[in-house]
Antibody, heavy 117, light 106 residues
Framework: EVQLLESGGGLVQPGGSLRLSCTAS????????MAWVRQAPVKGLEWVAG????????HYADSVKGRFIISRDNSKNTLYLELNRVTAEDTALYYC??????????WGQGALVTVSS | DIQMTQSPSTLSASVGDRVTITCRAS??????LAWYQQKPGRAPKLLIS???NLESGVPSRFSGSGSGTEFTLSISSLQPDDFASYYC?????????FGQGTKLEI
């Protein structure tokens, strides 16, 4: 059974940083591209970033480019998202999901990030 | 980015009703469209891929149609478990984008 478990969410001040983790199990993690998708109350679902299976290629939404970094450690079956210089607009539930793009069959339960002073 | 517009935003219906949700793409996306159901506190669940392909385990009362820029999700006979929010997603062009959602309520 495919399982994705996010962690690392919490309250962060504007301009601050946070790192989310997603631990995968039930499939060959190192052979799949992965992505982060977020859901904010006002803006709905938004693809944030994706990375190739080996981690050598990454792409970002314009809204986070230059501030967020997606990475992975295939030896630990773990996907990361580093959030930097956050603003209130980054407040959202962050999901990790299998595949770079396409129909999303597998999602984690989400990690809540709240940006507030 | 391709903009996805869903209508209606809210839909009131009763058990047994047939309902239809529409999703329009701002550009041609062929059949690169998926539909999701989401309940409060849960991740989205994939219902339909490639515009009309029903995912394994999804009840046959759900169906999808369309191609190009206009798509529909239909539920033939609403069941109590179907009251949720529904989202469309295009994956023809990067970045993938989602509709703003339709809340199906009693």
């Amino acid at each position: 059974e495919v399982q994705l478990l996010e962690s690392g969410g919490g309250l962060v001040q504007p301009g601050g940083s946070l790192r989310l983790s997603c631990t995968a199990s039930g499939f060959a993690f190192s052979t799949y591209a992965m992505a982060w998708v977020r859901q904010a109350p006002v803006k709905g679902l938004e693809w944030v970033a994706g990375t190739s299976a080996g981690g050598g290629s990454s792409h970002y939404a314009d809204s986070v480019k230059g501030r967020f970094i997606i990475s992975r450690d295939n030896s630990k079956n773990t996907l990361y998202l580093e959030l930097n210089r956050v603003t209130a607009e980054d407040t959202a539930l962050y999901y990790c999901s299998r595949s770079f793009t396409g129909p999303r069959r597998f999602w984690g339960q989400g990690a809540l990030v709240t940006v507030s002073s | 980015d391709i903009q996805m517009t869903q209508s209606p935003s809210t839909l009131s219906a009763s058990v047994g009703d047939r309902v239809t949700i529409t999703c329009r793409a701002s550009q041609y996306i062929s059949d690169s469209l998926a539909w999701y159901q989401q309940k409060p506190g849960r991740a989205p669940k994939l219902l339909i891929s490639r515009a009309s392909n029903l995912e394994s385990g999804v009840p046959s009362r759900f169906s999808g149609s369309g191609s190009g820029t206009e798509f529909t999700l239909s539920i033939s006979s609403l069941q109590p478990d179907d009251f949720a929010s529904y989202y469309c997603q295009q994956f023809n062009s990067d970045p993938e984008t989602f509709g703003q959602g339709t809340k199906l309520e009693i």
